[in-house]
């Protein structure tokens, strides 16, 4: 008896977990990429994992899954990947109470957190800024993939272990009755995801325009440190990140930081502007982001966000003698009713999957396999 067949649109990394929870399940599958490689957000990004940003319960254990899968995968192929954790830096004191607040709560839910001062931090890390640093949370689960090298990786991943087939430069232009057009060419499977990202609005214009989601673009920038050999040791967060992630709503003191930041520091709070870094195996360290709504962007980067996010970065990382490599944007889709995905079903055998926001690295593996286990 033959295997069911499947195919997925698209190669960025959901995907990619979308082809891998498929094989497993026992489909044949092909992937099929409108370009040579992955170029869209799931290679414009710090390459985070990072289970702490997520809320407890389902969407906590579905990223420490991810992380599971990432790291089962990159030991497979001998990717790279650091599993240096995170720290959440505290510069002023309405700070330091949310990241005690988080800690007590995070602790009570059985993470892996630790409160440190300042000593404690300039003795396990580099490049912190100390001057008028009141103490940071360490978290333990956190890890880092270069997102360039792990996306161009993967399919041959999944190529030797689960016999996926890529077909790459080939564009999905129609879907109807488990039939895709790409120019003259048909391809036919029992059943089909499309995992395109925001692109998903060329196949099904209707199904987009219905669906609560607009776009998100995010700038960001890549430096190489003054010493080759120089390493953080982790991934570095200033206090502006403690608005941006659902998970930190468990401090009942964050509404008063998000309302100091609001008053002192608009324009960063108005751009969604929180700064994190991140290093990659070539000591490369990856900086951002900013974030934008819309369903239409500039093709323009703006010299004003990136300053912004330069000005921030500098308060609490010693990055003045970091040299500037590379700028760039990324676009995602993003759903507007708090959700944190998206599945359509817009004809028979035809699945939507999308709107992870910026979540893709770090959920996408664990949220594929739910999602199919349901088929």
Not at 195 to 222: H, N, V
Not at 270 to 295: C, F
Not at 309 to 322: G, P, V
Request: with cysteine; charged share 20%.
């Amino acid at each position: 008896m033959s295997k069911p067949s499947a195919i997925v649109i698209g190669a960025g990394i959901v995907g990619l977990a979308t082809a891998r929870a498929l094989s497993l399940k026992g489909f044949e599958v092909t992937v099929i990429e409108r370009n040579e490689k992955a170029v869209g957000a799931s290679v414009r990004n710090f390459g985070m994992v990072w289970p702490i940003g997520q809320p407890d319960g389902v969407l906590y254990q579905r990223a420490t899954r991810s992380r599971q899968i990432w790291k089962e995968v990159a030991d497979s192929i001998g990717l790279w990947y650091d599993p240096v954790g995170s720290l959440h830096l505290a510069h002023e004191q309405e700070e330091w109470d949310v990241l005690q607040e988080l800690y007590h709560s995070f602790s009570a839910n059985g993470r892996e957190v630790q409160l440190m001062d300042k000593q404690q931090i300039a003795k396990s890390f580099n490049g912190v800024n100390e001057n008028g640093l009141k103490g940071g949370l360490y978290s333990h689960t956190e890890m880092i993939v270069d997102p360039r090298e792990a996306i161009a990786a993967i399919p041959n991943y999944l190529t030797e272990y689960l016999d996926v087939n890529f077909i790459w430069n080939t564009t999905i232009t129609d879907i109807q009755n488990g039939k895709l057009k790409a120019g003259s060419r048909v391809f036919e499977a029992d059943l089909v995801f499309v995992c395109s990202g925001p692109d998903f609005e060329t196949l099904y214009p209707d199904e987009f325009a219905k669906a609560p989601i607009t776009k998100c673009k995010l700038q960001m920038m890549r430096f190489l440190p003054e010493n080759d050999n120089w390493r953080i040791g982790t991934s570095l967060c200033g206090g502006l990140s403690l608005i941006h992630y659902p998970a930190f709503k468990a401090a009942p003191s964050l509404q008063a930081l998000k309302d100091r930041y609001t008053a002192e520091m608009d324009e960063y709070v108005n751009w969604g502007i929180h700064v994190m870094v991140s290093q990659n195996d070539r000591g490369e360290l990856t900086v951002g982001d900013s974030h934008e709504y819309a369903l239409t962007f500039d093709p323009f980067d703006r010299a004003r966000l990136n300053q912004l996010i330069l000005d921030y970065l500098k308060s609490f990382a010693l990055a003045s003698n970091w040299k500037l490599v590379q700028s760039w944007h990324g676009i995602y889709s993003k759903l507007t009713n708090g959700a944190t995905d998206l599945l359509l079903q817009p004809e028979s055998q035809v699945y939507i999957l999308n709107g992870l926001g910026g979540n893709g690295m770090t959920l996408s593996f664990g949220l594929a396999e739910e999602v199919v286990a349901t088929l």
